[in-house]
Nanobody
């Protein structure tokens, strides 16, 4: 069982930055970590994913060039650096971990096995 704890959300203005953290209780899974977000009344959407074994990273088109995933292997922690935030980035952000390794980075919610509790990000205009 892997427990994921997110932190770092908050209320910011458009153009500001935030860094979310996702601390995993253990690195007993594939090393693939994903970030998703869910706005009110909408589905949970893919934001980005990282394989901390291979270093491969992928992002949704809507956040490319603004969001960056990084990691601290020693702390079993993955970060989502969010720059140039927009009001449409407002959502609850979740991190997720995939149990089994795959060559590609999954983008669907049902491909992940463990989820954090979510952290609210609100961007005002």
């Amino acid at each position: 069982q892997v427990q994921l704890v997110e932190s770092g959300g908050g209320l910011v203005q458009a153009g500001d930055s935030l860094r979310l953290s996702c601390a995993a209780s253990a690195r007993t899974f594939s090393g693939i970590m994903g970030w998703f977000r869910q706005a009110p009344g909408k589905e949970r959407d893919f934001v980005g994913a990282n394989n901390w074994s291979t270093g491969n990273t992928d992002y949704a088109d809507s956040v490319k060039g603004r969001f960056t995933i990084s990691r601290n292997n020693a702390k079993n922690t993955v970060y989502l650096q969010m720059d140039s935030l927009k009001p449409e980035d407002t959502a609850v952000y979740y991190c997720a971990a995939k149990l089994k390794f795959t060559n590609r980075l999954p983008k669907a919610t049902d491909e992940y096995d463990y989820w954090g509790q979510g952290t609210q990000v609100t961007v005002s205009s």
